[in-house]
Nanobody, 126 residues
Framework: QLQASGGGLVQAGGSLRLSCAAS????????MGWFRQAPGKEREFVSA???????????YYADSVKGRFTISRDNAKNTVYLQMNSLKPEDTAVYYC??????????????????WGQGTLVTVSS
C-alpha cells in the first residue's frame, strides 16, 4: 500500500515536497515512481528511483522536470520524496506515486509498476 501526501496550492516559482510512504508487502518493490495527470491529459512519468538494496538508488527524471525536481528515499521509513522547486503552472496536476519492479526499459512506463497510491493534487498559480 502506498500513501501519497504533500500536495497543495503554490505560486509559480515556489516549492513543494511530496511524500509517498509504503507499507505492507514492500518486498516486491524495488523502484518507486511519480506520475502526474493534468485535466484532459494522459498520466505521464515524472520521476522514479530504483534500487537494489540498502539506501540510495538511481534517479530518473522526465525532461520537463530535470533540474527542478529531486527524488530521494528514506529506506528506514520506506518513504520516497519528490522535492519540487521552481514550480510552473504547467506542473499543475494530480500526482500519483507507484511502486514495483520495473526493468530499465519500463522505468518510465505505467506498466512497470504494480502498486499505486491515491493521488495528491498540486496546483501552481501564475
Amino acid at each position: 500500500q502506498l500513501q501519497a501526501s504533500g500536495g497543495g496550492l503554490v505560486q509559480a516559482g515556489g516549492s513543494l515536497r511530496l511524500s509517498c510512504a509504503a507499507s505492507g508487502s514492500i518486498f516486491s518493490i524495488h523502484a518507486m515512481g511519480w506520475f502526474r495527470q493534468a485535466p484532459g491529459k494522459e498520466r505521464e512519468f515524472v520521476s522514479a528511483i530504483r534500487w537494489s538494496g540498502g539506501s540510495g538508488g538511481t534517479p530518473y527524471y522526465a525532461d520537463s522536470v530535470k533540474g527542478r525536481f529531486t527524488i530521494s528515499r528514506d529506506n528506514a521509513k520506506n518513504t520516497v520524496y519528490l522535492q519540487m522547486n521552481s514550480l510552473k503552472p504547467e506542473d499543475t496536476a494530480v500526482y500519483y506515486c507507484a511502486g514495483g519492479r520495473p526493468i530499465l526499459s519500463t522505468i518510465r512506463s505505467r506498466g512497470g509498476y504494480h502498486t499505486w497510491g491515491q493521488g495528491t493534487l498540486v496546483t501552481v498559480s501564475s
